[in-house]
């Protein structure tokens, strides 16, 4: 079972960590809204500069601002956490640009998600599905931009990064 190497592992993380009290303020002052993508991890961070306490990281499915959680995470990041700017970061060959609806419905219904209540979904609008990475990004620059829980004063940026070589593009200078 996964937890059980999970539990192995952080023993011997534990063993070795020097403990140090960190503040929950981001160093840098910086908000990423980012994809849940495993191939970012221990990638995305490292490719900007960004180490622990640095930045607020706020990851979801495509990096999407379908739901007002990620408005709501980056507005609490700049007033109560000291955010001042805020940057989108997509990736190429990004998993939600190619959900197959009628797929995700068929596994839902596999795994005991009710008809009725997958009937009442746009399923493809539910996740947060894209129709292109560079485009999403730019989208969810403009939703941030366009909510009014954000200050005018806080620049949002939009970036695309390549999973394989490591390059950022800017799209959208905030």
Same mark, same amino acid.
């Given at each position: 079972?996964?937890?059980?190497?999970? /539990?192995?592992?952080?023993?011997?993380?534990?063993?070795?960590?020097?403990?140090?009290?960190?503040? *929950?303020?981001?160093?840098?002052?910086?908000?990423?809204?980012?994809?849940?993508?495993? &191939?970012?991890?221990?990638?995305?961070?490292?490719?900007?500069?960004?180490? &622990?306490?640095?930045?607020?990281?706020?990851?979801?499915?495509?990096?999407?601002?379908?739901?007002?959680?990620?408005?709501?995470?980056?507005? $609490?990041?700049? *007033?109560?956490?000291?955010?001042?700017?805020?940057?989108?970061?997509?990736?190429?060959?990004?998993?939600?640009?190619?959900?197959?609806?009628?797929? /995700?419905?068929?596994?839902? =219904?596999? &795994?005991?998600?009710?008809?009725? $209540?997958?009937?009442?979904?746009? %399923? =493809?609008?539910?996740?947060?599905?894209?129709?292109?990475?560079?485009?999403?990004? &730019?989208?969810?620059?403009?939703?941030?931009?366009?909510?009014?829980?954000?200050?005018?004063?806080?620049?949002? *940026?939009? /970036?695309?990064?390549?999973?394989?070589?490591? =390059? %950022?593009?800017? /799209?959208?200078?905030?």
């Amino acid at each position: 079972m996964m937890l059980d190497e999970v /539990l192995k592992a952080n023993k011997e993380f534990v063993k070795d960590f020097k403990a140090t009290k960190m503040s *929950h303020i981001p160093q840098k002052k910086l908000a990423i809204v980012t994809c849940m993508d495993t &191939r970012l991890t221990c990638f995305l961070e490292p490719a900007l500069g960004i180490g &622990r306490g640095d930045a607020k990281i706020i990851k979801n499915a495509g990096n999407s601002a379908a739901d007002r959680d990620v408005i709501r995470s980056v507005a $609490v990041a700049i *007033h109560a956490l000291g955010v001042e700017e805020v940057m989108v970061i997509g990736h190429y060959d990004c998993g939600m640009a190619n959900v197959d609806p009628e797929k /995700l419905e068929a596994n839902m =219904k596999a &795994r005991g998600v009710d008809e009725e $209540v997958l009937s009442g979904v746009d %399923l =493809k609008e539910w996740i947060g599905a894209i129709d292109g990475e560079e485009e999403n990004v &730019r989208e969810v620059v403009d939703k941030l931009n366009e909510s009014p829980f954000i200050p005018d004063d806080v620049p949002i *940026h939009g /970036l695309i990064i390549d999973l394989y070589d490591g =390059k %950022l593009k800017v /799209l959208v200078e905030g």
